[in-house]
Structure formats: C-alpha cells, structure tokens
C-alpha cells in the first residue's frame, strides 16, 4: 500500500466542494483504491471477473435445497451469459471467466469456460478431508493462475465469484474453524433450507469440526480439510493478488471464507481487499467481523458468483469520478466552512 | 401504480435462475419500477436530475457551520460543472437543470441554471413565518413546472436536488412539525456543527415549532411555516410527478423532509417513490420511518444536492438489467430448487 498516495487522495478530499467527509464511504473507498493502485486518482477501466465452480462431497449429507446438478447446469448458464454475473459483467464492462476447478461431471467444453478439474468434488467434509493437501495446492495453483492471467490482461481491479451446490456448509466450517464460533453462529440457509435444515448443516459442520480436531493446524491444512476447490482457487487468487499489489472486491459468505483463509495464510493480503456487500447469509458478519471489513452495499444478496462484488464496481467508480473531476474549493471560488 | 406489470414482474423473477430472492433488493426494485413504470421489464434511459437552490433566514440564528455565500458560490459550481452532482449526472448520463428559486443575491445569468427566485431568501423562521402562502403556492409551482419538463423530455426517472445553507434546520422544523418528535431527536450537525452547534440548532427549532403553534394546520400551511423555497419546490416536484406516473428516487434528510410534506399535502405520492439512502444526518431515520421507506444504500453521505439518489441509480440500472436480461430456468435447462 502506498501510504504516501493514501494521504495525498487524503488531502485532495479535503479541497473538493463539500463538507469535508460529507460523502462518506465515497471518500474513503477512492482514498483506499489510490493506496493500492498508487496514483492519487485512481480509476477502474479493466475489472476482472473469475467465477470458480467446484463440487462438494458433502451433499450427500443433505445440507443444499438445490442438487448437484445445479453445479454443472450453471456452468453452461454461465457460459451462455444468462446467469446474474454474466449481465453484471455486461453492464460493467467487466472481463468475465469462468474455471471449472472441480465440478462432479464434466459439461463439457464450453466457450469461456476453463477445464481445470481437480476432481470430480471434494470428498464429504463430516467424514473425511474435503481435499487432499496436493489437491488444495492445485486448486491454490489455479487461482494464482487466474490471477496471472488477469494482471497479464491489464486488470486494475479483480473480483472473484464461485459456484458450488454445497458451498456454503464448506464456506460455514473454515469461518468456525478460523473464527472458533460454533456452527449454530455461522450456519445459515444459503440457497434456501427451512429451519430443520440449518440445523441439519450446523450439525453436519459440527461433526466435521470435531472429525478435524481443535483447529490449531497450518490455515492451508485447515483448509484442505474443510474447504473447497471452489474456495482454495479464490484464496490462492487473494494472495497472488495482493502480492502484485491488485485490488480485490471479495464478494459475499463464500467468497469471504477465502478471504479468511487467505488472510491466515499470507497475513497483510487482507489490505488489498475491499468488500462488497453485506451478504443475507447470517454467518457473513462473523466473516467480515474477523477480516475487520465493512461492506459497501447491504442490499440482502445472497447469490454468491460474484454478484455482490460486482454490483459495488459502479459506486467504486463513482467514488473514483467524484475525487478525481470535482472541483476544489480553489478552483471554483467556494467559501470554506 | 400498475398492480398487474407488478405481479408479473415478481413472477418473473422467480423463474430467473436463481434462488428465489436471492437478489434481494435488487429484485424488489425491479419488481417496484415495473409497477411504476407499468412496464414487466423497466428501464432507466433518461434519467433527470433537478437541483433546487434557495437561502435561509433562519442562519442568523447561528445554525450552519458554512457561510450564507456559499449557496450562490454552489449554484456558480454547479454551472461550471464542478461539484458532486454534476460529476454523478455525467458518469450517469443523467440530465441536470438548476432552478434557483431564492438565492439571497443572484448568482446573475449562468449557463444550465433557470433564475426563478421568488425572494432573497426566506424569512428567519424562529421569528415568523419562513414563507408567506403565495410564495409558498408558487415555491410549489416552480416544482411542479420542473417536473413537467422532465415529462416533456421523456425522463423515465427523475431525481430533485437541493442546495441551501440552512436548509438542514428548516428540514428538521419539518420533520419535528409532521412527525411530532422532538427537536433534539431530529437536529444533527448538518454541514458540520459541533455538539454545540447542535445543540443551539434544537433550541431554534423548539423556538419555530412554539411559535407556529400546535402543528394541526393543514400540511400546506406547515410548509410555509417551516419550510424553504428548495423544500417547497422539491415538494411540488414529488406531487407532480406521482400525478403523472413518473417514479422518484428522493435523495437524503431534507429531500425526505420534502417528500414527506408531499404526502401529507396529496396522500399516495409515497407509492411513487424510491429512497436512494440513509443519510448520515441522524434526523433521516425518524423521516424515513414516517414514510415507511427502506433506502437502497447506507455510505454515510450527508452531501445533499441530490447526491445520494444519484448514486443509487447504478444500482437501480443493475436492478433493471438483471430483471430482463438473466435467463429463466427453462431457457438455460437449469433445475429448480
């Protein structure tokens, strides 16, 4: 981070026709970005989206009101354009890829899609590791490679999305285990379980807990444990972008397990992040709690792929817009208060 | 407000492949424009922007940490290009008019800024009246003649702005008259006082409500009362527009306190409205729960000028595109939950 920036778009807020800190989270997300990207006005022309989708074993267990299918099934929707991310990205004019890290069955080879299976899903969390540890260093390899791919491509600003039916109950263990919550805290109804299901998946995550034992291992080993491809890919992007100085908007409760992860596992990588919403899942505020994060939007999105992130990208830009082409007290002739 | 484009509307997102609701506000948005716009899949292509400007008797009373100038220097900012809104607008392609309808000196002929000042500012309105009932009926009409030329421009949303040093304590007045709370519960630090400030700024509307008298006159008259040739004006804008069926994103604390003077003088005009955030201004809470009126975003801005309706239209635009662009499970062969 470029403190010396920081406090120059610092400075520069103070001199813009307002009261000063009159536009709020505005002000202080464009000072952020010029921290990170180490320009005094920073700006957005080439976000970078990257869904990873991968399966998880754990659905055997019962924990998702949608099935397996689905993973797959939205492989295809994304690649057609017609999934939520895909006109976000449209919108935005964000470049949008999608790596299949692991799905149970292949779809196939599909236009913007990457083949990178690791497997085919994890294995059942509550019964044995979801991943090995070399499969969670392929995953870890994969999202460094996207990552690669997206400073290669001239991304200032990159966000990570995921799919995975599943997810959630992997995304809920590692916030336990990172966190030391219980899983009655942090487990919620990701696509839509009734109550008895919440308490079937907390329970599921408890038992895949003590199945771990107290979680005092390496936070790569934790995550091999309990997380998921899906997971392991964003984290091992996290990193590799905060170790090229790229900004990231981590998006909701899946994607800020990672967020986590990465941050256990390469502490400082949390500076570079950013965070776009406030997701409806309840555990996310454990999440963001831990990462010491405050979101920009808190619209009850709980979609996952990225959505949230990417719905930020118009108020980033807007807070870019504003500091760098309003007017300073100076040049407009404006008594200050 | 189209009931039936409504249903329809909500009916289609359940079929957009998704968990149902899992857009959350993005999708009651576009399920509230639909009904608005009476249209099953809305749209915001022209969006329009009108700032009202206007000055405050009542700063001699001490209520404002910037001076009374700095009005007529805003409105020479805002045709100049220079702040906050005109950024927003050109980022937005939003049209942006000005109407000063009292400013205490004429800024003189500006380019984009209609002069329409009814006085050189209003009364102090702790000691009398802030409007005569003529200047307030044609406060109104200055409105209602700026919504019909967005009308006349084919704008499918309009958005009303205010500048006014003061207009903060003729906001809370309002609020205070309408609501019945009290003055502290209402009054905050505006552009920037300090806790006395604050404090003083309380005492001066407790002053206004005393002398006005229990608030059971018609709401028209507490306008007068209380109000400012902005709020009047942006009040009239509100009334017009849900008489002519186009939507309103009412912006913070003294664009609510307008909005709420616009309901309690033509009742139903709240149906027409979006809220495009909760300002910092602790006083918009108690305006926002009269109103029964969730805003989209929370960023702490307490800029005015319309500002953080502005920033919401990329939301309401993302809202808009993800309604009709997202494919149903049927068109993407997706399996529902």
Redesign the interface.
């Known amino acids: 981070i470029d403190q010396g920036m920081r406090e120059a778009a610092f400075a520069r807020q103070g001199q813009?026709?307002?009261?000063?800190?009159?536009?709020?989270?505005?002000e202080t997300a464009a000072v952020d970005l010029a921290g990170m990207q180490g320009c005094v006005t920073p700006g957005i022309e080439r976000p970078w989206i990257v869904i990873f989708a991968a399966d998880h074993g754990v659905v055997a267990a019962g924990v998702s009101?949608?099935?397996q299918?689905?993973t797959g099934?939205?492989i295809?929707?994304f690649s057609?354009?017609?999934?939520?991310i895909c006109?976000?990205a449209?919108?935005s004019g964000a470049q949008l890829e999608v790596v299949d890290v692991g799905s149970v069955e292949s779809p196939g080879e599909l236009p913007g899609v990457r083949d990178a299976r690791i497997a085919a899903g994890t294995a059942d969390l509550s019964q044995t590791a979801a991943m090995t540890a070399e499969q969670c260093q392929q995953a870890l390899a994969q999202g460094r490679a996207a990552a690669a791919r997206a400073l290669d491509a001239g991304a200032d600003l990159f966000i990570g999305g995921e799919m995975g039916i599943g997810n959630t109950t992997a995304a809920a263990a590692l916030i336990c285990a990172y966190t030391g919550l219980a899983p009655a805290l942090v487990c919620g109804p990701g696509?839509?379980l009734d109550a008895a299901g919440v308490s079937r998946k907390a329970a599921v995550v408890a038992q895949a807990l003590k199945r771990q034992g107290a979680a005092t291992g390496p936070a790569v080993l934790t995550l091999a444990q309990l997380g998921g491809f899906e997971i392991a890919a964003l984290c091992g992007a996290y990193i590799a972008c905060a170790q090229a100085g790229l900004p990231v908007v981590v998006d909701g409760f899946i994607a800020s397990a990672a967020a986590l992860a990465a941050e256990r596992m390469a502490p400082g990588t949390r500076a570079w992040m950013l965070f776009g919403h406030a997701s409806?899942e309840p555990g996310h505020a454990a999440a963001l709690s831990a990462l010491q994060a405050q979101p920009?939007?808190?619209?009850?999105?709980?979609?996952g792929e990225g959505?949230g992130a990417a719905?930020a990208l118009?108020?980033l830009?807007?807070a870019c817009?504003?500091h760098r082409?309003?007017?300073t007290f100076a040049?407009?002739?404006?008594?200050?208060?």
Not at 296 to 303: A, P
Not at 331 to 337: D, H, K, L, R
């Open positions: 813009l026709t307002k009261p000063p800190g009159s536009l709020g989270r505005l009101a949608f099935p299918s689905v099934e939205m295809r929707n057609r354009g017609g999934a939520a006109v976000l449209r919108e696509t839509g409806a920009l939007l808190d619209l009850g999105l709980r979609l959505s719905a118009p108020l830009r807007l817009a504003l082409d309003m007017a040049e407009a002739g404006v008594s200050q208060g």
